[in-house]
């Protein structure tokens, strides 16, 4: 389940990797639901998976 700006949500039946989501938006970095309170260890790379079970945060865009 990935969970985006403005609480939108979207869950995938199936495992994806981070880059699947990245291509989808653009410029979004994806955190696990920790980010606010041990944010380096919350940045999740693009070669992870996600299943269907885990929840991850879509909630900064990086500009650059």
């Known amino acids: 389940m990935i969970v985006l700006v403005g609480g939108m949500v979207e869950l995938y039946p199936q495992v994806i990797t981070v880059a699947h989501v990245m291509e989808k938006y653009p410029g979004l ?36």
């Open 29 to 64: 970095v994806v955190t696990r639901p920790k980010v606010f309170k041990r944010p380096h260890e919350s940045i999740v790379g693009s070669e992870e998976f996600v299943s269907w079970s885990e929840i991850l945060f879509g909630p900064f865009y990086n500009n650059c």
